[in-house]
């Protein structure tokens, strides 16, 4: 296994390693590019880098239990081998191809496009699962593309995985905290499944860790810049050719939304260069239109500017893209065990993801990329990888999978990447006084075992089952629903007053939650009204996904054996039960503070109402939040107005423990 690539010197321009232990092989990227995007989907797909490895690929298949694949972003890894395996007869006899993908968005786009290159209805031959919506049918659907979220619960009724013969892990390199812990799984059923063939399959992974992992070998274990991007457009369009889509790399939908009405505006102020431009955002939670717009060829006479987040770092392949223009930045999960802050932050990229975004520019023709940094920044100050997300997460989710999987030795467990002991503590503590784990820190029976079953956080999940008790489920899945979305209220740059007035007319006293309820109660009765949700300044499509989600919450809880049934009225009722769920996140007003300050009750964190809140400026002495997110301060994001009694009463132990005499100051 001497043969590996390390990273800093040249790759070999194909590489195949085939020994007893496994078989890697690296994909080297010279696709002929000749008339790309007019030829027929078959021509196309013969000129992917991988379609020269077919052979190769079905045979470290056919002869390892994992084969490990490294290719460039575009060499046709997630549309082809999947194809490769089905025409190879792995789907034969009811058996499944599964290909995950740590996206949602990328499940769907994948999935769709290798439906049409073999020319089948999406749903048939090819599906797609994704958390809430299963496009397959059981039968018929031979290649599954799915969240790797998505597959580790369908471990939850099928612990061995048996439907499905090969399973490929894609985007590998993304170290998601779901593809990690689906690493230490696979590795364990492939000691009871040695037929179940594995392949993980990357743009950039350190093949020869992984491959020590899977092989028991010895194992060891910015907006500057975001502010600069937009004008960089305009300046690629003065100095050169007027050729080439432009891909922008930056954080979030927040920004991406405010670059993409900047450009606009400039394009209309300097006609001669910026005529002609499409200007397209690109970001998870884009609706399936705007999704298209963004694979489908440019028309003539016309450039693409895409601005994205790094979802098309390695997820999606754009084709026609000649200019990138990176950022240096993206948003990243950090969690603070000491703090239990867990924050999306805008953070710097490593060297690895640099490279990746450079590897955009140019795959049809030579191009160019725009780093909005130093070269001495880079060189010297970059990190050359980032960190798994396990290890900067929350872990309240992973342990209860794993628990329900009957992984009890969690710190035990076989870690592609261990996370911090802190981290791991502080999760079982949580779980503890959800009433989720039991003292010796098994699942409890039934509360446990439901929590785990409901595909949400497991606070939410508390929550809903609390409301079975209070009475209220009817409303709390609605609220569960509408926390599962980013945000139900469309942005509203520009018209900010007109929006503040429409959301005024659907706030409650008690807050964002009970807000929601409202919204969701106007909605209905409007009759699912797009014009509604217009005229309001409401997301169309988050609504009839909130009213799926919905739906499907409700199948769950009847199969519990709960029915539906609703407080009326009794906003107390409702609010008791998501305090049974939230009852950690809860805040003290400052008595003194005269700009709005909270106090966490745990940790004395000081925390801040965001002013997309209906409790914005009203402050209430005692609230508890759904989510922090920090940009100069902690913002505590859908918040509602509490009693504190509420708290001791929901979790006797967590405030004893924490705070013995936290009744006393008031
Ligand atoms: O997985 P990898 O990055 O190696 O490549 P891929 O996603 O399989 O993409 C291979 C090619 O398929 C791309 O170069 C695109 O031309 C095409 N593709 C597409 O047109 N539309 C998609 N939604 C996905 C891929
Ligand atoms: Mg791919």
């Keep these: 296994m001497s043969k590996f690539w390390k990273p800093g010197t040249e790759r070999p321009r194909s590489s195949l390693i085939d020994d007893e232990e496994g078989g890697v092989l690296f994909v080297s990227a010279s696709a002929s590019s000749s008339g790309f995007g007019y030829s027929t989907l078959e021509r196309q797909r013969q000129r992917l880098p991988v379609f020269k490895y077919r052979t190769a690929i079905l045979y470290l298949v056919e002869n390892h239990a994992t084969t490990i694949i490294v290719g460039e972003t575009g060499s046709g890894k997630t549309t082809q081998i999947p194809q490769f395996l089905k025409e190879a007869g792995w789907a034969e006899g009811g058996r499944n191809i599964a290909c995950t993908q740590p996206r949602r968005l990328a499940v769907q786009s994948v999935s769709a496009r290798v439906a049409e290159e073999m020319g089948v209805k999406l749903g048939e031959e090819v599906g797609y699962t994704i958390r809430f919506e299963d496009v397959t049918n059981s039968g018929v659907t031979m290649i599954k593309f799915?969240?790797?979220?998505?597959?580790?619960?369908?471990?939850?009724d099928d612990p061995l995985l048996t439907k499905y013969s090969v399973i490929m892990v894609d985007e590998a390199h993304e170290r998601s905290i779901s593809t990690d812990i689906l690493l230490g799984l696979l590795k364990?059923?492939?000691?009871?499944?040695?037929?179940?063939?594995?392949?993980?399959?990357?743009?950039?992974?350190?093949?020869?860790?992984?491959?020590?992992?899977?092989?028991?070998?010895?194992?060891?274990?910015?907006?500057?810049?975001?502010?600069?991007?937009p004008s960089t457009v305009p300046a690629i369009l003065s100095v050169e050719e007027p050729v080439g889509d432009i891909l922008v790399f930056l954080t979030?939908?927040?920004?991406?939304?405010?670059?993409v009405q900047l450009i606009n505006e400039n394009a209309l102020d300097h006609r001669s260069h910026s005529s002609g431009l499409l200007v397209l955002p690109l970001y998870s939670g884009l609706s399936r239109s705007?999704?298209?717009l963004i694979f489908a060829p440019t028309p003539k006479g016309k450039r693409k500017v895409v601005i994205?987040?790094?979802?098309?770092?390695?997820?999606?392949?754009?084709?026609?893209?000649?200019?990138?223009?990176?950022?240096?930045?993206?948003?990243?999960?950090?969690?603070?065990?000491?703090?239990?802050?867990?924050?999306?932050?805008?953070?710097?990229?490593?060297?690895?993801?640099?490279?990746?975004?450079?590897?955009?520019?140019?795959?049809?023709?030579?191009?160019?990329?725009?780093?909005?940094?130093?070269?001495?920044?880079?060189?010297?100050?970059?990190?050359?990888?980032?960190?798994?997300?396990?290890?900067?997460?929350?872990?309240?989710?992973?342990?209860?999978?794993?628990?329900?999987?009957?992984?009890?030795?969690?710190?035990?467990?076989?870690?592609?990447?261990?996370?911090?002991?802190?981290?791991?503590v502080r999760a079982l503590e949580v779980l503890y006084s959800l009433g989720v784990l039991d003292e010796d820190a098994k699942l409890t029976s039934p509360t446990g075992f439901q929590v785990a079953e409901i595909p949400l956080d497991p606070m939410i999940s508390k929550m809903i089952l609390s409301a079975n008790t209070y009475e209220c489920t009817e409303e709390?899945?609605?609220?569960?629903?509408?926390?599962?979305?980013?945000?139900?209220?469309?942005?509203?740059?520009?018209?900010?007053?007109?929006?503040?007035?429409?959301?005024?007319?659907?706030?409650?006293?008690?807050?964002?939650?009970?807000?929601?309820?409202?919204?969701?109660?106007g909605f209905i009765q409007s009759g699912k009204s797009s014009q509604w949700c217009y005229k309001n300044y409401i997301n169309y499509h988050a609504m009839k996904k909130v009213v799926d989600i919905r739906e499907q919450l409700s199948k769950l809880l009847k199969r519990f054996g709960m029915s539906l049934k609703s407080c009326e009225r009794d906003t107390q009722k409702l609010r008791k039960a998501i305090v049974a769920g939230f009852f950690a996140n809860s805040c003290h007003l400052e008595a003194y503070s005269q700009n709005g300050m909270y106090?966490?009750?745990?940790?004395?964190?000081?925390?801040?109402?965001?002013?997309?809140?209906?409790?914005?400026?009203?402050?209430?002495?005692?609230?508890?939040?759904?989510?922090?997110?920090?940009?100069?301060?902690?913002?505590?994001?859908?918040?509602?107005?509490?009693?504190?009694?509420?708290?001791?009463?929901?979790?006797?132990?967590?405030?004893?423990?924490?705070?013995?005499?936290?009744?006393?100051?008031?």
């Design 599 to 666: 106090k966490t009750i745990r940790h004395s964190q000081e925390v801040f109402i965001h002013p997309s809140s209906v409790l914005f400026r009203v402050n209430p002495k005692w609230v508890i939040y759904h989510s922090l997110v920090s940009t100069d301060k902690h913002y505590m994001r859908n918040v509602m107005a509490i009693d504190p009694d509420w708290l001791t009463e929901a979790a006797p132990h967590f405030y004893q423990r924490k705070r013995p005499n936290l009744s006393a100051p008031f």
């Design 146 to 156: 799915l969240t790797d979220g998505v597959l580790l619960r369908e471990m939850m």
């Design 476 to 521: 709390i899945i609605t609220i569960a629903a509408v926390l599962s979305m980013q945000s139900i209220w469309v942005s509203a740059r520009g018209v900010q007053k007109e929006f503040d007035e429409a959301k005024l007319r659907f706030a409650a006293a008690e807050g964002d939650h009970v807000t929601y309820l409202n919204v969701y109660k």
């Design 308 to 424: 994205s987040t790094n979802i098309a770092e390695t997820s999606l392949t754009l084709d026609g893209v000649v200019y990138v223009v990176d950022s240096g930045f993206s948003k990243q999960r950090f969690y603070n065990p000491i703090t239990d802050i867990e924050n999306l932050v805008v953070a710097p990229i490593s060297k690895a993801s640099a490279r990746q975004r450079a590897g955009r520019a140019g795959r049809v023709r030579p191009g160019k990329c725009f780093r909005l940094y130093t070269e001495e920044y880079f060189m010297k100050e970059m990190s050359a990888e980032a960190i798994p997300e396990m290890q900067r997460s929350n872990l309240v989710g992973s342990v209860i999978q794993l628990k329900s999987l009957g992984i009890d030795n969690i710190l035990g467990f076989d870690w592609p990447a261990s996370p911090p002991p802190e981290s791991m």
């Design 188 to 229: 364990k059923i492939q000691r009871r499944r040695p037929e179940l063939r594995l392949i993980i399959s990357s743009a950039t992974i350190e093949a020869r860790s992984m491959s020590n992992f899977f092989h028991d070998r010895k194992r060891n274990q910015g907006d500057a810049a975001n502010d600069s991007a």
């Design 290 to 292: 705007d999704q298209d």
């Design 252 to 259: 979030g939908q927040d920004d991406i939304d405010a670059a």
